[in-house]
């Protein structure tokens, strides 16, 4: 069974500035340094772009992790996706959605995630793993924040 995540961050920033922010390659490894995490393959600094397929090493759970994840349709400012290629995942789909009304910008993560290993899976699904994919995306949309300028946060 798949879990819908969905996430409404807003920032006192152009569209433009957010999208490009979501697309820094270093922004996110900044974000997630207490996962130990690192691209190991792949594009490591700049902003991502259509086609780009990376490779990260993290530390979930105890445990390190692989995701291959894979950047597509892009249209920024307004959205871009990311799914997974290869990984720990039955599914991951990653949509990042960006609209502006009056100078300031609404993002929407919305991200589709399935456990592996059946009913065992569906379970950690409902008893911790949705709730800790949230929390990954409330650090990383923190970090984005934090990084705007002083006037913008």
Aim: aromatic fraction near 8%; include cysteine.
């Amino acid at each position: 069974m798949t879990q819908l995540i969905v996430l409404d961050t807003v920032f006192d920033a152009p569209i433009a500035e957010v999208c490009a922010l979501s697309l820094s390659v270093n922004l996110h490894l900044d974000s997630m340094t207490h996962h130990r995490e690192k691209v190991i393959a792949g594009r490591t600094t700049g902003h991502f772009v259509e086609g780009d397929v990376v490779t990260w090493s993290a530390r979930h759970f105890g445990l390190p992790l692989r995701l291959t994840i894979r950047i597509f349709d892009v249209d920024a400012p307004h959205r871009f996706a990311d799914e997974q290629v290869r990984g720990p995942f039955a599914a991951y789909h990653h949509e990042h959605l960006f609209t502006e009304i009056d100078g300031r910008t609404h993002m929407q993560d919305r991200l589709t995630i399935a456990a592996p290993f059946g009913p065992l899976g569906r379970l950690a699904e409902k008893l911790f793993l949705r709730r800790y994919i949230q929390t990954l995306l409330e650090e990383r949309n923190a970090a984005l924040i934090s990084s705007l300028r002083p006037e913008q946060r």
